[in-house]
């Protein structure tokens, strides 16, 4: 790997970030407040909240297996995908490179940032090569993007390749594992000391059941969190999205046994699924989603909206021609999936 300092953007690196009013005190006992501007009548929320969550990491810890020092928490993976953007490329002149298909919000960072995106193909059996990925970069490539198990081919890639590419690369690798939980795979979270140059993506928004409060996580050595908390918006996690999350942390058998449900069900589904007339292929999954080849994609999309069932449409993603992408639902909302399927002519 490259100087983490070759790697950063100087503007960034030389940045002074703001320091708000609750880091200023720390290693205090404190119980006035009157620094911060708030309204002091309590009502739950009237004051900012920890900026750098520490309550909250030392709760995800030993769930993630990793260190406090190595946790990052943003505004969904979303945050924790756009400020490496950021931080590491230059607008207009440093790129990155990424498997294609795969999730479609690291090409919007990529847009956004105005950084070109390169996309390697992933080949027939939804597979990358390390060769081509690496053969893709030149001097100017800040990041690699690889999401495993991937969205939208379900698929998740096996360790030594990824491996290979995080040995080789100069650069750092985002390997997004926001469906990690669904997959049998061991995670690359865990091997975080091996590597300087990694980043790993979770989320709570899968597995964990928390879509609607908005909290990524990002995995990485300390001096990458240290430069994502750098560029984070101070308060980038609101209060009530710490105490859902603290609340569910707490009860991780009722999760657990909510993911068995979701692969009990993902089996049975896809099982009947490939049954199914429209059924041309069923692609292998390690998400809590499937990739379907169907006879004819757009057609049957919006036979299922009539009915109210709403599939997502991949039929125009590059190498995801006819397909749909199946979301494993409730035994009820699979039973209808099916049952309305079964109908179509
Ligand atoms: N990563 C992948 C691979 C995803 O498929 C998604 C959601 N579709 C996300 C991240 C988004 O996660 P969040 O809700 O935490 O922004």
Redesign the pocket.
């Known amino acids: 790997m490259k100087a983490l300092q070759d790697l950063v953007r100087p503007n960034i690196w030389a940045l002074q970030p703001y320091s708000c009013a609750r880091d200023e005190f720390k290693g205090f006992k404190a119980d006035v407040f009157i620094d911060a501007n708030e309204n002091p009548f309590p009502n739950g929320v009237n004051r900012y909240p920890d900026p750098l969550q520490e309550e909250l990491k030392r709760s995800i810890s030993p769930m993630k297996g990793v260190p406090v020092q190595n946790i990052f928490l943003g505004n969904?993976?979303?945050e924790a995908i756009d400020l490496p953007f950021r931080i590491f490329c230059r607008p207009g002149i440093d790129n990155v490179v990424a498997i294609a298909p795969t999730?479609g919000m690291y090409e919007v960072c990529a847009d956004i940032n105005d950084v070109e995106y390169r996309k390697v193909l992933l080949d027939e059996k939804y597979d990358f090569s390390p060769e081509a990925l690496l053969a893709a970069c030149d001097d100017n490539t800040k990041i690699i993007f690889i999401?495993s198990p991937n969205?939208p081919t379900g698929n998740a890639f096996r360790r030594e390749k990824i491996e290979q590419v995080l040995t080789a690369f100069e650069g750092i690798v985002i390997v997004?594992e926001?469906y990690s939980e669904f997959s049998s795979q061991r995670p690359l979270r865990l091997d975080l000391t091996k590597y300087p140059n990694l980043i790993v993506?979770n989320?709570f928004?899968k597995a964990m059941g928390c879509?609607g409060i908005r909290l990524?996580m990002a995995f990485a050595c300390e001096e990458i969190i240290g430069l994502l908390n750098k560029v984070k918006y101070p308060y980038n996690v609101n209060v009530l999205t710490q105490q859902k999350a603290m609340e569910v942390l707490q009860n991780l058998t009722i999760l657990q046994r909510h993911i068995s449900q979701i692969l009990d069900e993902r089996q049975s589904l896809m099982q009947a699924f490939s049954l199914l007339p429209i059924c041309k292929k069923v692609y292998p999954t390690d998400a809590n989603f499937f990739l379907t080849k169907v006879t004819d994609a757009n057609r049957i999309y919006r036979y299922l909206v009539e009915r109210g069932i709403i599939v997502r449409n991949r039929s125009k993603v590059t190498l995801c021609g006819e397909c749909l992408r199946i979301t494993v639902g409730l035994k009820e909302e699979n039973r209808k999936l099916l049952a309305a399927l079964r109908q179509y002519v």
Do not use: F, I, W
């Open positions: 969904g993976s979303d999730y999401c969205n997004d926001a993506l989320t928004s879509a990524g």
